[in-house]
């Protein structure tokens, strides 16, 4: 396989192909290191390379496994693996070594996916771009002028760029929904306790905080999901399975829905609505009358103050305890001038 012709697969595909012994893991792992190599000085989505530890995976695939065998990276925040830097975006972490790896990690690792690497993403996950000190500014495929998004623009970047078919990623306020938008790709925040976060953490931003993946295709997301859904005991709360896998489910048509836009930003926000996104909007209600659905404009059930006073209010004193706690864990609390001017 050269890459051409990996790129224009999804995992799934992928996956399949190596059930029917027509490509090899190691081929694929080969093109995707290739292509990082590649690619990646231009665009920085690849923060920690883990060669090595991907090769040794290969040893044991399951190649019955619903991703047997497909290149995958994590994203440098949230979750880990044990005995590899995570840096969460940050110069107080930029010498932390894991000691433990997150359930979730297992659970892709079983699934036959193999970890090579680990992508760029925002300090702690609080900006909706990558632009930070330590490990620098990730770089949209497209066009490198342009923002990938966040926080998990690192795994956006990386599968526009073709080096992987899907790549980890987690939402609190956007951070997988905007790297999509961003890089021309599908991305779902899943509903909170469909995936444990456990167990490094119980829960993050009171339960805001979920992870996922961003995709080629809307298929390998609904894989994904079947293969790593489920509680970890000790979890803080969980959620009733599906009654059927979701990749079943996409293959059922869908119901006629009502569905409501809006051109507008949130009441109390005064900022510019840019023309080419107006269009967008434009495009897609069509797109969705079309197939049946009944659209129509509604006012924004909410304002600004939402933001301002409740979300705010809940992601700075979670970062505040975060920060309190590797100062502990240091001995040393983190000062103003190693932590990012946003943070």
């Not at 292509?35 to 090595?52: D, G, H, Q, S």
């Not at 048509?253 to 409501?260: E, M, Q, S, Y």
């Not at 996104?277 to 079309?290: C, G, Q, Y």
């Amino acid at each position: 396989m050269n890459f051409e012709e990996y790129r224009k697969q999804d995992a799934v595909a992928l996956a399949e192909l190596i059930k029917k012994k027509e490509v090899t893991p190691s081929e694929l792992l080969e093109i995707a290191i290739k292509r990082t190599e590649e690619v990646n000085p231009k665009i920085n989505a690849v923060v920690t390379k883990l060669y090595e530890e991907g090769k040794q995976q290969l040893k044991n695939i399951d190649t019955n496994a619903p991703f047997a065998g497909v290149p995958f990276l994590l994203k440098d925040v949230d979750v880990q693996l044990k005995g590899t830097r995570f840096t969460e975006g940050s110069r107080i972490l930029k010498d932390y070594i894991s000691t433990e790896t997150s359930e979730v990690v297992l659970r892709i690792q079983k699934a036959g996916a193999v970890i090579f690497g680990k992508s760029n993403t925002s300090e702690f996950g609080l900006t909706p771009f990558v632009e930070g000190k330590l490990l620098g500014v990730c770089r949209n495929p497209w066009n490198t002028n342009h923002t990938t998004g966040g926080s998990s623009g690192g795994a956006g970047a990386s599968v526009a760029a073709g080096i992987v078919p899907m790549a980890w990623a987690s939402d609190g306020g956007g951070s997988i929904r905007i790297p999509a938008s961003c890089n021309g790709l599908f991305g779902i925040k899943p509903s909170r306790g469909r995936i444990t976060n456990g167990p490094i953490w119980g829960e993050m931003w009171s339960g805001a905080i979920s992870s996922g993946i961003v995709s080629r295709s809307v298929r390998d997301a609904a894989a994904y999901i079947d293969a790593v859904q489920g509680e970890l005991k000790g979890d803080p709360y969980t959620i009733a399975p599906p009654e059927k896998p979701y990749s079943e489910e996409i293959k059922q048509a869908p119901r006629k829905l009502k569905i409501g836009y809006s051109y507008q930003m949130p009441k109390g926000l005064n900022a510019p609505i840019d023309e080419e996104n107006i269009k967008a909007i434009e495009k897609t209600v069509a797109l969705l009358r079309s197939a049946g659905h009944t659209v129509d404009e509604v006012e924004l059930p909410f304002t600004n103050k939402v933001n301002s006073e409740l979300l705010y209010t809940l992601v700075l004193g979670e970062a505040s305890a975060t920060f309190e706690l590797i100062g502990e864990q240091r001995g040393r609390k983190p000062q103003r001038d190693e932590l990012e001017p946003n943070t």
